[in-house]
C-alpha cells in the first residue's frame, strides 16, 4: 500500500476531491495548514500599505491505496490541482507498511 500525500492550494481541493469520487476513491484525511515553498509568500495592500504575507493557506490530503492504484491517484491530483501558477503545491509518496482497521481488526484492507 502506498500514501499519497498531496499539499494543494485551499480552491482546488473540492476539484481533486470530485476527480477522485469519480474513480471510486472515497477515502481521505485533510488538514488545513499554513505553509511556504519556493514562492516565499505573496505581497498585499493592506489599507494603502504593502504587506507581505509569507504563510500561505494549503490542504493537506493523505490518501492510502493499494499499490495498483497509486500512479492513478498521483495523475488525477496532479492534473485537477495544477493551475500552472507557482505555489500549486506538492506530492509526496511513502510506503505504507501496515493497516489495522479499528472496528473489526482485519489488516491491510
Known amino acids: ?24 476513491i472515497y477515502g481521505m484525511t485533510v488538514y488545513e495548514v499554513m505553509g511556504r515553498g519556493d514562492q516565499r509568500g505573496i505581497n498585499l495592500q493592506y489599507r494603502g500599505r504593502a504587506m507581505r504575507v509569507d504563510l500561505l ?14 500512479e492513478m491517484v498521483i495523475q488525477v491530483v ?7 501558477k507557482i505555489g500549486d503545491g506538492k506530492i509526496f ?10 472496528r473489526t481488526g482485519d489488516e491491510n484492507k
Not at 490530503?61 to 492504484?69: A, G, R
Open 1 to 24: 500500500m502506498k500514501m499519497i500525500k498531496a499539499v494543494i492550494r485551499p480552491e482546488r481541493f473540492e476539484f481533486v476531491k470530485k476527480a477522485l469520487e469519480d474513480r471510486n
Open 57 to 70: 493557506p494549503k490542504v493537506v490530503m493523505e490518501i492510502i491505496v493499494p499499490e495498483k492504484d497509486s
Open 78 to 84: 496532479k492534473e485537477t490541482a495544477m493551475t500552472g
Open 93 to 102: 509518496v511513502l510506503p505504507v507498511e501496515r493497516s489495522i482497521r479499528i
